[in-house]
């Protein structure tokens, strides 16, 4: 293995361990920001997503204007993408996120403090993104792509801006600027959320592990005969590709999502120990598991149409200010809210 390609899956590892250890101790999670912004009134956990919004685009866009990344090379930053299925497949995730009570992210950081409930999920959501992926899904998924994909003369809201007649570095930072500075202003006009140093911190913390994902992949991992992929921190294809290799590792490769899905994972586990934290627990009936199996197979299914999750996209994706993760990001709060208020809501089970 190339020394450039170990120093990927080692850094890879690294940002797991520490996202892990984060998203416990603070409960960092999109399906609990809205939960608790929408139904219990509390709007802490959703500001601090918003600031690992604002941090991950402000470091990244840097980065990329420095020239030190080429965030055209990853999957956001297509020149051709379907709107109606990154829509589709964000409404999919979102509602089966509600339904299996996280997103794939959070399901690893609940497995590693002892929720057996997670597990199920994880292989679950695995199973359903492998099989839209490459199996029998796949198929009908790549129809609809090809059915509805379109050409753009922009694909990201800087080149949206240069079409305008500003130059690409002015588009860049006017862009990044714009949406850093509302989600900022959204975050810290909630008092609650001033007085929450641990909030703010993992906030931050998320939002720089985001970009140092790109500087990962993107640079150290820049090989000019053999790179490696593009990416950062995503979840979906990253846990199917985990389950697969750790099935059939022989012939196959580790790579920086499957290294990041171990080292949260592990990450989890370590500061579950450390802390007190770790106990086991399962479902409370039937009806409970068929619930979060239902919605560990919209994750799948959906976080594969909509190129990533609810941090794939709504961290990431978002991160290159590419137009389709906006869309993507609309799909996964809405499928949210849908299963949070109104008709569509998911009622509460007790939980053992």
């Not at 709107?83 to 964000?90: D, E």
């Not at 993992?202 to 500087?215: F, M, S």
Request: proline share 3%; net charge positive.
């Amino acid at each position: 293995m190339e020394s450039s390609t170990q120093l990927v899956i080692l850094a890879g590892l690294i940002i797991g361990l520490i996202y892990g250890s984060v998203g416990l101790l603070s409960g960092f999670c999109l399906m609990s920001s809205m939960r608790g912004f929408l139904a219990e009134g509390d709007g802490r956990l959703v500001r601090s997503y918003a600031l690992a919004i604002a941090v991950a685009i402000a470091a990244s866009q840097f980065l990329a204007g420095n020239g030190v990344v080429d965030l055209g090379k990853s999957i956001y930053l297509q020149p051709t993408f379907s709107v109606p299925v990154l829509f589709l497949g964000g409404l999919l995730f979102g509602y089966g996120m509600v339904l299996s009570n996280g997103c794939g992210s959070r399901a690893l950081v609940l497995l590693g403090r002892g929720n057996l409930r997670s597990f199920v999920v994880v292989i679950v959501l695995a199973i359903a993104a492998q099989m839209t992926l490459k199996g029998l899904i796949a198929p009908a998924r790549i129809a609809l792509v090809q059915a509805s994909q379109t050409a753009v003369k922009a694909n990201s809201l800087p080149s949206l801006l240069a079409t305008l007649g500003l130059a690409e570095s002015l588009a860049r930072a006017l862009a990044a600027a714009v949406v850093v500075v509302a989600l900022i202003l959204f975050a810290f006009a909630h008092p609650a959320f001033r007085r929450s140093p641990g909030q703010i911190a993992a906030g931050i913390v998320v939002g720089l592990l985001v970009a140092g994902g790109w500087y990962v992949t993107g640079y150290l991992g820049a090989d000019d005969f053999n790179p490696v992929p593009v990416t950062s921190l995503t979840f979906v294809a990253p846990i199917a590709d985990a389950l697969q290799y750790a099935m059939l590792s022989t012939g196959l490769t580790l790579n920086f999502g499957i290294a990041t899905v171990a080292g949260v994972l592990t990450g989890s586990l370590a500061t579950a120990l450390a802390t007190g934290r770790f106990h086991l627990e399962g479902y409370s009936s039937p009806r409970h598991m068929l619930r979060s199996a239902s919605g560990a197979a919209l994750m799948g299914i959906g976080g594969v149409m909509a190129f990533g999750c609810s941090i794939g996209q709504g961290l990431t994706g978002v991160s290159t200010l590419a137009l389709g993760s906006f869309v993507a990001v609309a799909g996964i709060l809405l499928g949210t809210t849908a299963g949070l208020r109104g008709s569509l809501r998911v009622q509460p089970l007790a939980v053992a």
